[in-house]
């Protein structure tokens, strides 16, 4: 079977990393139920930023953010270390800009993350995104972008939802948890 990915807020916890970085750079506290309520993949409304300070904040912050030790989400890892084992392909698909393709495919492999290079697509708008993820035939793709998963699941590909605050309103199989999603994927391959 093949297996896509999103990374950022898919497989790893990247926007509440940021927001805890944004709390110590900006040095403002900012309780972390705002965090969960924020309706946008965006954050930094979450400290009264304008859209403009916002983009300007994350530009400043990015490579930080990116290659730090920004954590997985618990399970990930090891689900994917799995599927890879059991002859499964792993694709990744993520809109990170082109030039953090490399440095990003280093990084996830640092973290224990199975990546083959040619398995490996960065660097593309969502529309784009959506048209590799079609080309690619892939038999499932898990996502946390409302945008993206809904022309996906229009198109028949069995989707799911990486649950995130921004994303609620989508009616498709939701997950939290990898451990338990892989349970499912189990189930269904079998
Ligand atoms: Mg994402």
């Known amino acids: 079977m093949k297996f896509g990915f999103d990374v950022d807020d898919t497989l790893i916890n990247l926007r509440e990393y940021a927001f805890h970085y944004y709390q110590e750079q900006l040095e403002q506290e900012v309780a972390i139920d705002v965090f969960h309520k924020l309706d946008r993949v965006e954050i930094h409304e979450a400290f009264g930023m304008t ?16 290659y730090t ?3 997985a989400y618990p399970g990930a890892i090891e689900v994917l270390q799995q599927l890879n084992a ?9 809109a990170r800009s082109a030039k953090h393709g490399e440095d990003t495919k280093a990084w996830l492999k640092k973290q224990g993350f199975p990546v083959q ?3 490996f697509y960065c660097g593309m708008k969502d529309e784009e995104k959506v ?3 079609e ?9 946390d972008k409302p945008e993206v998963l809904e022309t996906l699941a229009r198109d028949g590909l069995n989707v799911f939802v990486r649950d995130q605050s921004y994303n609620r309103h989508m009616n498709l199989p939701r ?12 189930k269904e391959i079998e």
Not at 55 to 60: D, G
Not at 135 to 143: H, M, Q, R, T
């Open 69 to 71: 030790d920004c954590p």
């Open 117 to 119: 290079d040619e398995r």
């Open 51 to 66: 859209d403009e300070e916002g983009k300007a904040m994350w530009k400043k912050s990015v490579d930080y953010i990116y």
């Open 86 to 94: 059991e002859g499964h392909e792993i694709y990744y698909i993520t």
């Open 131 to 133: 048209k590799i993820i």
């Open 175 to 186: 997950f939290s948890d990898w451990a338990e999603l892989h349970q499912l994927i189990k």
């Open 135 to 143: 080309e690619l035939e892939l038999d499932y793709y898990f996502d």
